[in-house]
């Protein structure tokens, strides 16, 4: 079993920038894709971003391109998510989730079997 931990979310103005963390623990030798998720209110959960096992490749949804830079760093288990110039349609509750056989940055929640409790992110107008 793999236990995903998120933080690092909170209220922020428009245009501002929020780094989220996520800290894998457990049987992290299973981690390989991971990615980060959203869930507007009253909306579906959505594809933020990927990123490949050794961290070489990733996979943004449009609307963060340029914006969002997803990371990881292997021998601290944790993966962070970069939010900058942020929008108020970027509010959601954010998840991170890995792939237990998955190596590649994936964009299909089915690709991911672990996930977090979540992290609240609000953006003001």
């Known amino acids: 079993q793999v236990r995903l931990v998120e933080s690092g979310g909170g209220l922020v103005q428009a245009g501002g920038s929020l780094r989220l963390s996520c800290a894998a623990s457990?049987?992290?030798?299973?981690?390989?894709?991971m990615a980060w998720f959203r869930q507007a209110p009253g909306k579906e959960r959505e594809f933020v971003t990927a990123?490949?096992?050794?961290?070489?490749?990733?996979d943004y949804a449009d609307s963060v391109k340029g914006r969002f830079t997803i990371s990881r760093d292997n021998a601290k288990n944790t993966l962070y998510l970069q939010m900058n110039s942020l929008k108020p349609e970027d509010t959601a509750v954010y998840y991170c989730?890995?792939?237990?056989?998955?190596?590649?940055?994936?964009?299909?929640?089915?690709?991911?079997?672990?996930w977090g409790q979540g992290t609240q992110v609000t953006v003001s107008s």
């Open positions: 989730a890995t792939s237990s056989s998955v190596y590649i940055a994936s964009s299909s929640m089915l690709e991911y079997d672990y």
């Open positions: 457990g049987r992290t030798s299973r981690t390989y894709a």
């Open positions: 990123i490949s096992w050794i961290g070489g490749s990733t």
